[in-house]
Structure formats: structure tokens, C-alpha cells
């Protein structure tokens, strides 16, 4: 019984690169020396795009709206719609809470309190992606954030923001947009420059300058986590469709060459008909290159004895994007088991695509096994949890002995005192 592997990814090196590390602390050194100066500067260095500021004002968004369809508009009210609604019933799940806790005198709680301001990052690539704007944003303004920034690099085909993404910033409720991107963006962010505010809170996936700088600046504000190359496991049994994994597993290929498509299946004759489909459909994608690379260096297949043995194997890799195409009657009993992924997709009607774009569940996932421990970007991302405690002098007569116990153990004679002296003194 186990796990026998058919199709073995290569070993690929996650040792960290100097040089990327100290390219990315002098881009935010001359950020935080040198303000918006060095924004616009490394703009037109790396985007090949010459702004006169990097704050985007009403009358470029208002542009952007004529210069996209009126259909695509359309989808990303519809994709925002989703987003917001399963945001709202998320934050219904997290509660106030406040509660007399059994001690005369003594009452606690907690306040869940939104950041102040928070920063999505919306990358930039050959096209435009204005799903991610949508995401990370309209989670932010569902939480109660104060004040919600939006930047994404210029594309320089417009000489700003692509009109598609910059649409979705002002439609997910954007207080504040900033043509800006890469490892400065995250270091105005930190830090503030010119006309960027410094923020509480960096959300948003980017190319590896920028999640080494959210890796530099983490501490001096707060990071939603560290994005890895995109991922996917699929589950399947006998009675999953081979032509429908292989597509599912070239939708994440297609992302970047380093995506990892990994197949899990208890059925001999269901893995060979998915590498057969892959080839096949490979041969007719427009990705190809890209999803060729991917599949060809990173892809996955393994044979498992039972369905026990797959979970076991997508619990140990916990994945960003987990799939489970199973017989419908075994659907929700091996749910139960499955314990560490960031976003499951249950069904053989349930392509990951769903959740990039529009069925209401957030698409920053954490990747790199991080799901292990960690969770994507949700309305509570935003949220502080903050306790506290009302004590009256009865509570403070109940809790005296003890809290002065502990303070004489811990060598913290005047965190006794506080105690002592509100007793002696009444």
C-alpha cells in the first residue's frame, strides 16, 4: 500500500540568490532615501514608461472606463459581486466578543478592529490581470480597512495602468491608485513615498523582486505571506475525466515556466490517458511554451493504492490549489480527510478557474507548502483581533494573589507592585 511516483518533477534549487537580495535592498534603500524621485526614476528604468507622478487621478480612471468593452466591465461587476458576497459571509464567521468571566469584577473580550490602510499589489505581465485587483481589494473595503491603496506597474503599450486592471481597482472601491510596481512599489508601501502613504498592511502576489522585498520589509509592516510559483494537485479516481485533469493541470503550466502540476491517481489506466491529453492539448495551446516548460520540468504523476494514500501524499504537500475529482458518492467523506491546501475545488465541474476569477473564493493562496500553517487572503486578513478586560476593584481583590505570585517567580518586582499597591491603597 503507498504511493509509487510515474512522473517525477526536477529537483530545482530554493537556496536564496544574493544577487537578488541585494539588488532588491538598494531598490528600497532608494526608495526610503529618496521618496517618489527614485519611484519615477526606477519606472522608467524597468517599465520603460516616463510618468510625471506615480498617483493615478479620477479623470485617468474615468478614462479607462471608455477604453475598455462594455462586456468586460460587465464581468468584472459580476466577478466583484462573488467576491464581496463570500467576503460578507466570511466576516459574519468572526465575532466581537465580550463576556463576564466568572470572577466578580472581571470582565473580557476582544474588538476586531481593520488595519487603517492597506496596499494591494496588482502585478503586471504580458497581459493584463485585473482578477487580482479584484481580489485582494474588495476583501480589504468588505473588512472595514480606512484607507485601501491599489498600484500596479505601467504597461507600456497605455503609459500607465493597463484600463482593464485600473477599471477593476476603481470598481472593487480603490481609495487611492499608484502606477507603480516591483520591489519600490513594496518599499513605498513600507515605508512612504511622495504621494504613497505608508500602509499597515502589503497584500498581493508579484515576481520575485517583489516578494523578496515583502520578505525585507516584513516587520516594519505587515505581509500577507510570501508567493511561490503557482500550484495545483488533483485527486482522481476511475471515474474522473482524463480530458478534463490534463486541461486542468496545463491551466496552471500556463501560469509561469516554475508552476507546478502535480496528479495524484488511484487509476492506472486514467494516469495514461492524461499524459496521452496533455500532449495532445499542449500541441493546440497558445501557452504552450510556457505550459510545456512547466509540465515538462515540474509536473508530478503518481500512482496511489487507495484514496487514503493520495491524501496522505496532498496533506504532506499541501498545495495552493487542490482538486478532488472523485465518485460524487466519496466526494464529502474524503473532504473531511483532506487537511492542508489553501483553495479545494471539489468536483469534476470544478476547475480551478472558477476561483481565479469568479466564484467568490479569494485567488492569493499561499503556495510552497505553506498551507500547512497558513491561509490566503480573506476579510479577516485585514482584521486585528485585539482583547481586552474591564476589572473593578472586586476583580482586582479576586486576581491580586495570584498575579503577584507569578510576578515574585518571574523576578518582576514592580509589575507586583502594581498589583500590591492598588490593594494597600484601595
Known sequence: MGVSVIK????????????????????????????????????????????????????????????????????LRFAVSRIRAFAKKQLECIKPLHYKSGIPGVELGHRLIPVDRCGCYVPAGRHPLPSSALMSIAAAKV??????????????????????????????????????????????????????????????????????????????????????????????DETANPRFIAIDLLSQAEHDPDAKPVLVSTSAAVIGQVQKEVEKLLAGLLTKETAALAWNNNGAVYFADTI????????????????????????????????????????????????DFVSGTNHILPTMSTARYSSGVWAGTFIKTSFHQYVSREGCAALAESAMYFAEIEGLPAHRDSVRLRIEEG
Do not use: W
Open 8 to 75: 517525477q518533477a526536477a529537483k530545482k534549487s530554493s537556496g536564496k540568490d544574493p544577487e537578488l537580495l541585494e539588488a532588491v535592498a538598494a531598490i528600497i534603500g532608494r526608495v526610503r532615501d529618496e521618496g517618489e524621485k527614485a519611484l519615477l526614476d526606477l519606472t522608467e528604468k524597468f517599465d520603460r514608461v516616463s510618468l510625471e507622478t506615480v498617483s493615478v487621478d479620477s479623470d485617468t480612471v474615468a478614462r479607462a472606463y471608455r477604453d475598455i468593452p462594455e462586456e468586460t466591465l460587465k464581468h
Open 143 to 236: 473588512a472595514g480597512v480606512g484607507c485601501v491603496a491599489a498600484c500596479s506597474p505601467p504597461s507600456p503599450a497605455h503609459g500607465g495602468i493597463h484600463p482593464a486592471v485600473l477599471a477593476a481597482m476603481d470598481i472593487a472601491g480603490a481609495d487611492a491608485v499608484y502606477c507603480m510596481g516591483g520591489a519600490q512599489a513594496v518599499a513605498a508601501y513600507a515605508y512612504g513615498a511622495g504621494p504613497v502613504l505608508k500602509t499597515d498592511l502589503i497584500v498581493g502576489p508579484g515576481n520575485r523582486y517583489v516578494t523578496e522585498a515583502k520578505r525585507q520589509v516584513s516587520g516594519d509592516v505587515g505581509i500577507d505571506g510570501l508567493a511561490g510559483p503557482s500550484e495545483v494537485l488533483i485527486i482522481a
Open 308 to 355: 487514503g494514500d493520495a491524501v496522505s501524499l496532498a496533506n504532506e504537500i499541501a498545495p495552493e490549489h487542490l482538486e478532488l475529482q472523485v465518485a460524487s458518492e466519496k466526494e464529502r467523506e474524503t473532504v473531511e480527510k483532506l487537511k492542508h491546501y489553501g483553495s479545494l475545488f471539489v468536483g469534476r465541474y470544478a476547475p480551478v478557474a472558477f476561483g
